[in-house]
């Protein structure tokens, strides 16, 4: 019997792509549910105070205003507690009794609409007694500094594996330490050369294209939620344990959401906005600003010091990392930020000498959170700088002083770590030879060239699942918690399905997430989409594919084996049978439908996933820099970078993606962070704050990904997204030092501190 070939995939597999430019795509801040009021917080205009007594009265006389949420009516919520936390339990639903930074969610409004919302706002007031305030973490540490939290209640294994370990009596809300080998005696030895520095990497805001926004609608025993939040199962669990309904009983919605970043998952505002809905017995919608989602997250900022020892072979054989994280006034996921931050500051480096330590304050600043590859920029900030201040004072070549120290497949970076699995000195040279494969740019003056890698260990929770289900016509559905936040998660799930039942994109759809519909999925973070919720999906079309063939079998006799689906039907030794035909001679109708279960957890490949990390996320970076010396603004002219991601599901939607992890990188590495002064943000507007816009992106950019086929994930892919990011700040400041012989140790390196470094360079240079 001949079998013709199987169709090339002849349609787009990112339905989102048209949705979006012709604007039917739903996100979620486009969700109306009848009867929706619309709800708006007011928020603390003092860092650190006492709320005496909150006066709401005169907000709920104004017409339109049907309910005010205050710390007052936490008392009443249904639920077991009113504070919660991922590592901590240390979050109130609302301010009760204190506020902690300037932002911190006071009073909430539900209306009959914005504008009333708005005005209902300012007819609130709070009677402050004002407390004193830290800013940064050397503030928070300081033995005198007031305590930003009273008492500190870690929660064991709700979010991530295992407690964090913070400081009773002090703000640090993580502390932690590792060593491994003899690192004072690698030190002591007379045959090294020891290097010891420090680096600073400022708060950054994630800035989605769409603000955090939530509809809540509580009723009796239900509570049902349309988020543009990333993890929909960590707030269907806090918001049950909130208000006292059964998971069950929470269901979450999860339309597009308008980018993430890491800036909307585990939870955020959707606490609130359910409390408010229970409080004005009504479905509520809070879409915050992007002034308001500024005071809503950000990454932690870091002050990062690295002791580093060479022997005379020029090989790193000791390393002394202490990361000091600013979580601000709420953990969230700062514990462990802190700990990635210490871990990832390693580098693709075999070191048999480590002590590593981790220190997360609390400070009464915006709360810290994640946000692509947690804790990764900051470290490999610093690690791939020193990287080139070794190699520099070494009078080695920085290129092949990271080669000749790289770890090797298989070698471990971390001893209790999964050993390395990149080749990361093919990385680093794709990287290389993609910039020196970009067009050159005319343009006078000097240049300067800059490399840097890093590997992260992505804190992937192993548990997920998908359903699909083959139709009798032959179009398939696929059910996943997996959230669509721009990276192309559906389009990635559509070609599994693609290629394991072998029907056309056409006919292949992914529902949007829903809890009460799709299975349980941990979250949508850390790169973990395509191999955790990838692979539960090509587990549940093998499901599929069994049960096709087992009926065939059972049906036109033979076994199994004899049989292969093809395009709307079934294909055996006597010919082909239609998928619908099939399940009229099964059922005795022509109807029905084959369904199946992918499960992912630690059991997985034989329990292969029990050994963290699942796989490493790389990424090698290598840049060309202009210099305008008269106002020390960097010009990036060309960048040439690098990723093993296994196998590449989708071409186009991973360039794209480790693209725009770059031109990200660009933005902590040249001009964004957050501002203080007196315990305000200061730069907290679109106006004020600086993100790359299109003429920052550099003139020419080439991306080389490696398809090593020894992922995790489906047909051998790992996860990717985040490794770009890693590399994007030291490469130019190490192009920056290569061409004009400045090294900048703290971030951003705006015009103005380019500028103070040239000439404090050159007053130097003539008083030698």
Known sequence: MHSPPHPPPNQEPRADYLQKVTGTATFASDVEVPGMLHGKVLRSTVP??????????????????VAVLTG?????????????????????????????????????????????????????????????????????????????HDDMETLKDFYFRGECAPVTGTN?????????????????????????????????????????????????GSLEIWSGGQTPTAIQRVCSEILGVPLACVRVHSPYVGGGFGGKASVKIDPLVAALSWKARAPVRVCLSIAESMLTC?????????????????????????????????????????????????????????????????????????FRSIGGPQAVWATESQMDIMAAALGRDPVEFRLLNMAQVGQTIKPDLRPLDVDMRRSLREAIRALDGLPEVARAGKRGRGVAVGASDPGIVPVGGAIVRLRADGSVNVSANTVEIGQGSRGVLRIVANKVLRQ???????????????????????????????????????????????????????????????EGRIEGPSGSIAFIELLRRFNGMAAGEFLGVGRVNANTKNGAFKLAPLFWETGSNACEIALDEGTGAIRVLRVGGAADLGHVINRKAAEGQDEGAMVMGLGHTLSEEYVYEDGQVVNGTLFDYKVPNIEDVPLHVGTSLIESGDG?????????????????????????????????????????????????????????
């Open 48 to 65: 650190h105070a006492r709320i005496r007594g909150i006066d709401a009265s005169a907000a709920l006389a104004m017409p339109g205003v």
């Open 72 to 148: 007052d009516d936490l008392a009443n919520l249904p639920g077991s507690s009113v504070r919660w936390g991922l590592s901590l339990r240390d979050r109130p639903v609302i301010a009760q009794g204190k506020v902690r930074y300037v932002g911190d969610p006071v009073a909430a409004v539900a209306a009959v609409d914005e504008a009333t919302a708005i005005e209902a706002l300012d007819a609130i007031a709070v009677d402050y007694e004002p407390l004193p305030h830290v800013t940064t973490a050397k503030e928070a540490l300081a033995a005198d500094a007031p305590l930003v």
């Open 172 to 220: 640090r809300f993580q502390q932690w330490n590792y060593e491994s080998g003899d690192v004072a005696a690698a030190f002591e030895s007379g045959a090294v050369r020891v290097f010891e520095d420090t680096f600073t990497f400022p708060m950054v805001f994630h800035y989605a294209m769409e603000p955090h926004v939530c509809v809540a609608h509580w009723k009796p």
């Open 298 to 370: 950000r990454r932690l900022d870091a002050e990062i010091t690295l002791k580093t020892a060479v022997n005379a072979e020029g090989r790193i054989v000791a390393k002394d990392v202490r990361a000091v994280l600013n979580g601000g006034a709420y953990a969230d996921t700062g514990p462990s930020i802190a700990v990635k931050a210490a871990i990832r500051a390693i580098g693709p480096y075999h070191i048999a000498n480590l002590r590593l330590e981790a220190v997360g304050t609390y400070t009464n600043t915006v709360p810290g959170a994640a």
């Open 504 to 566: 056309p994109l056409r006919m292949i759809a992914v529902a949007e997430p829903d809890t009460l519909q799709a299975p349980y999925d941990w979250g949508t973070g850390a790169s973990r989409s395509t191999v955790i919720v990838g692979l539960a999906v090509q587990l549940a079309c093998e499901d599929v594919v069994r049960q096709v063939t087992e009926t065939a079998a059972d049906v036109l006799g033979g076994a199994p084996g004899d049989y292969r689906i093809e």
């Open 712 to 768: 995790p994930g489906p047909f051998g892919a790992r996860g990717g997204g985040e490794g770009a990011i890693l590399p994007v700040a030291p490469a130019v400041a190490n192009a920056l030092y290569q061409g004009w012989g400045i090294r900048i140790k703290d971030l951003p390196l705006t015009p103005e501190r380019v500028w103070r470094a040239l000439q404090a360079a050159k007053q130097a240079g003539r008083n030698d």
